[in-house]
């Protein structure tokens, strides 16, 4: 039960009781560190952003990934992709062709320069990890990737 704001406010606390059942709340309060870990670690001294990052990645995993993969992978629209790939592109991170299986794609590629980058991002990101989870045990890192993947698994149900 929430406190009364005359309670609240006497002893210096907030109440913060009527957000306990907003899973959303945690995982933003959760979500604080591993920006600031991902700043520290990859997007300061690479000047990389968290989403210029997973695509560095998608494309390290899967060498050549047409548009329409990378728009669901990344559950952005087809115009922000866009402007990302343009973006990037003209950092001289990626390559965009057509396919020769089927000339309406366009097949996306990392460039050599793109390939160093993702490569060292890559290495930076597992110190990054395994710095904000050192505090877990490997089951609770186990459990915890799961019960993610869990909830993430909403996004593609509805």
Known sequence: MPRTPDKAN?????????LDHLMGYRLALAYLP????????????????????????????????????????????????????????????LERRRSELDRRLQEVSLSPQGLQLARDAHA???????????????GETRLLRELLDKLARHRHAG
């Open 10 to 18: 006497r002893a210096g606390a907030i109440d913060l009781s009527t």
């Open 34 to 93: 591993s920006r600031a870990a991902f700043v520290k670690a990859i997007g300061t001294p690479l000047q990389l952003r968290r989403v210029e990052f997973t695509l560095l990645m998608l494309l390290l995993a899967n060498h050549n990934l047409t548009q329409k993969q990378l728009t669901r992978a990344l559950a952005i629209s087809a115009p922000a992709l866009t402007l990302l790939l343009d973006r990037m592109e003209g950092n001289g991170w």
């Open 124 to 138: 930076r990101s597992l110190d990054c990890e395994h710095e904000l989870l050192a505090d877990f045990t490997p």
